[in-house]
């Protein structure tokens, strides 16, 4: 049985209660009229890479409520901060904040109470309370410390479930400081809160990049080129679909090709945009061939606000399994397609040699289509032309849902088309800015730009940069 949160008499619970009116007007004023810029980037996360990591050995469970324990998608969020001129060593700054962590923290929105443990020092065991402006005070238990960090898990009665952690490190003109968290929501009223009304995101966002500009203030500094939020998102229900779906069989049959042709009801779509040129001969080092390959190895080139896709970033690309989210101004259809082949050659056109990499996906039962779609980026030898490739056939596959299947067949093919055509644009634009600014953020922001529904909500781009970024 739960202990409950301790040592929050009942006068300090009215207390806390009567400052939320007070202190959500401040925290929404300052939220308004903030100067300090921030850069916020969202994308699909990988089940392995972004889970908490492990509790030490000799932390007490009792009470703990982790990620096991929480509800909807799994956010690894990193707020980060270059604190320039400080007049403290990042040892020294860390010193203050485990002594006090409520230094840093707004006061008219939070505060971080004590409730286990001596004052003036932190140490594993000891356990806060989070008091909020708002119903939603959180308790939780330090399991970590050193000279450069301290980490907190929650505890029951908490909004969230994992943990967070709090790092500096000195770095050539200033100290380094980062907030990192690995958390999904306590409930299904928290997951409604935080995702899909986003008002305890947004509250969560603006109480930790305050915290990292107090703690800027703390050391004697001052904020350098913003604040960076970072956030990777974990579907572990789609997680679970996407190992259901690698036992799942084809739709079709790929053996009669020759028999997908249109005067059988197949599309058959062949479309070619270049990229800029290379040098002749082989494709070069950090070219556009070369980039353009590392994209299209993470399905960089899909519009995420048309189909979104989701899968194992450790398995390897031939034999991968993927489940694709088809979006129709606000409705989802979900779909499985399997990598067939990989393939890195040269192909002989008219006398002319190609050197060409690239892969094919096929539709698992359950697809709204059947078929296969080849993704190909080829660099001709002689001239150094560069061009991005799709080869595609495909038709409607058979559906018991007449409404689906009239829709579907209604508005389908616009809405391929619109994907093939997106595609092509997005992936001559990201190649066109990775030569030109680099790869990381510059793509990521060209990334969000690329959108075709932005107007319908989509938000942000979450495709997976971090093949290209870290290939």
């Given amino acids: 049985m739960s202990r409950g949160v301790p040592g929050l008499p009942l006068s300090r619970r009215v ?8 202190g959500i007007g401040l925290t929404s004023w300052r939220y308004m009229w903030r100067t300090t810029p921030l850069h916020r980037g969202e994308r699909t996360g990988s089940p392995t890479e972004d889970v908490p ?24 969020r990193s707020y980060r901060v270059r604190i320039r001129e400080p007049r403290m060593s990042a040892r020294e700054l860390m010193a203050r904040l485990q002594a006090d962590p409520d230094a840093a923290s707004p006061g008219e929105f939070a505060t971080f109470v004590k409730v286990r443990g001596g004052e003036g020092r932190m140490r594993v065991g000891d356990e806060f309370v989070v008091r909020m402006a708002g119903p939603w005070d959180g308790p939780v238990r330090v399991v970590d410390v050193t ?39 306590a409930d299904r009223l928290a997951d409604l809160l935080y995702q899909r009304l986003r ?49 799942r069989p084809l739709n079709f049959d790929p053996e009669r090709r020759r028999e997908h042709v249109p005067e059988n009801g197949w599309h058959v779509d062949d479309l070619c945009e270049p990229l800029p040129s290379e040098p002749p001969g082989p494709p070069i080092d950090g070219g556009s061939w070369e980039i353009a390959r590392r994209l299209m190895r993470g399905y960089e080139f899909a519009d995420p606000s048309i189909v979104r896709a989701s899968y194992d970033p450790d398995e390897p690309l031939e034999g991968r399994t993927m489940l694709l989210q088809l979006r129709f ?44 779609m080849d993704w190909q980026v080829w660099k001709w030898l002689d001239t150094g032309r560069v061009e991005f490739r ?81 290939d």
């Fill in 147 to 185: 000279d450069a960090s301290f980490r907190l898990v929650t505890l029951a009665r908490h909004l969230e479930a994992g943990q967070i952690e709090f790092s500096a490190a000195d770095v050539e003109g200033g100290v380094a400081f980062c907030i990192e968290s690995w958390a999904r929501s």
């Fill in 199 to 247: 008002m305890a995101k947004e509250v969560q966002l603006h109480m930790w990049t305050s915290f990292l500009e107090r703690s800027a203030q703390i050391a004697g500094g001052r904020v350098a080129g913003g604040i960076t939020i970072d956030t990777r998102r974990v579907d572990l229900a789609v997680d679970r679909t996407v190992t259901e779906l690698r036992d």
């Fill in 390 to 470: 799709i080869h595609a056939y495909s038709r409607v596959a058979p559906d018991r849902n007449p409404i689906v299947r009239l829709g579907f067949r209604l508005f389908g093919r616009r809405e391929q088309l619109a994907f093939l055509h997106s595609t092509l644009e997005r992936m001559r634009r990201l190649t066109e800015t990775a030569l030109r600014e680099g790869g990381g953020e510059p793509v990521r922001r060209t990334a969000d730009e690329l959108t075709a529904r932005r107007a319908w909500g989509t938000g942000r781009a979450s495709s997976r940069l971090a093949t290209y970024v870290d």
């Fill in 53 to 76: 990591p492990p509790l030490p050995a000799g932390v007490s469970r009792v009470d703990i409520q982790g990620p096991d324990d929480g509800f909807g998608p799994l956010f690894h």
């Fill in 329 to 372: 101004h606000g409705l989802r259809f979900h779909g499985g397609v399997r990598v067939s082949e990989v393939y890195d050659d040269e192909r002989q056109r008219d006398g002319r040699t190609a050197r060409v990499w690239g892969w094919a996906y096929q539709t698992l039962e359950g697809h709204l289509e059947m078929g296969q």
């Fill in 15 to 22: 207390a806390t209660a009567a400052r939320w009116p007070v």
